[in-house]
């Protein structure tokens, strides 16, 4: 399959993805340098197709590509935490790199668009469960059962796994067309920077 060519400049997070792929390692051989993409139009308020504010963007690194992402605050509830969020690419591929959990894991997305609108891909877990499965891909997959509070075996909803490879050879391939395209292609998040009046 013929490598999408990924636009920039770049977006922000995502908190209400079903995507459980996680990754020990940065996705992406080199942090994107958003001074070329021009920072100061990425910070701002973004919204999403029903014209909703989801937060906010600062760049805190233009060169490093990292930025501050904070999310809206919604009526009667507290202020959600800022995400740390580092920007990377490898060949034409974009991708959204959080900072890592208390595990060392972090979650990751692949990013595309231009012109103010950008487009949100969350990796498929069934397909990377095959990748790592299968050896392709360095990692682990998630158990799939757990123990409910009676204590018996069910089936666990949305097993993930964690991918664990230093070299990122994987990334490479992917960016290559080398794994098809295993991410949830026909349900990007859809975001657009919200255009203040002046």
Request: hydrophobic share 35%.
């Amino acid at each position: 399959m013929k490598t999408l060519i990924l636009l920039l400049p770049v977006l922000v997070a995502i908190t209400t993805s079903c995507s459980n792929i996680r990754s020990k390692q940065l996705v992406g051989a080199e942090p994107v340098d958003l001074t070329a993409v021009g920072a100061q139009d990425i910070s701002g308020e973004w919204i999403n197709k029903d014209g909703e504010v989801i937060g906010r963007i600062e760049v805190t690194n233009a060169t490093k590509g990292e930025i501050l992402f904070t999310p809206a605050k919604k009526e009667g509830e507290e202020q959600g935490e800022a995400a740390k969020i580092s920007i990377r690419s490898s060949n034409d591929y974009v991708f959204l790199n959080y900072e890592p959990d208390e595990k060392g894991e972090r979650r990751w997305y692949l990013l595309g668009g231009g012109n103010n609108e950008f487009l949100i891909w969350s990796p498929d877990n069934d397909a990377f469960r095959k990748l790592i499965a299968d050896g392709k891909i360095k990692g682990r997959n998630d158990p799939d059962t757990k123990k409910d509070a009676q204590g018996n075996e069910v089936e666990k909803q949305n097993a993930g796994a964690v991918i664990d490879d230093p070299q990122g050879e994987w990334v490479e391939k992917l960016a290559a067309g080398g794994f098809g395209v295993p991410f949830d292609w026909k349900n990007p998040m859809v975001l657009r920077k919200k255009v203040v009046a002046k």
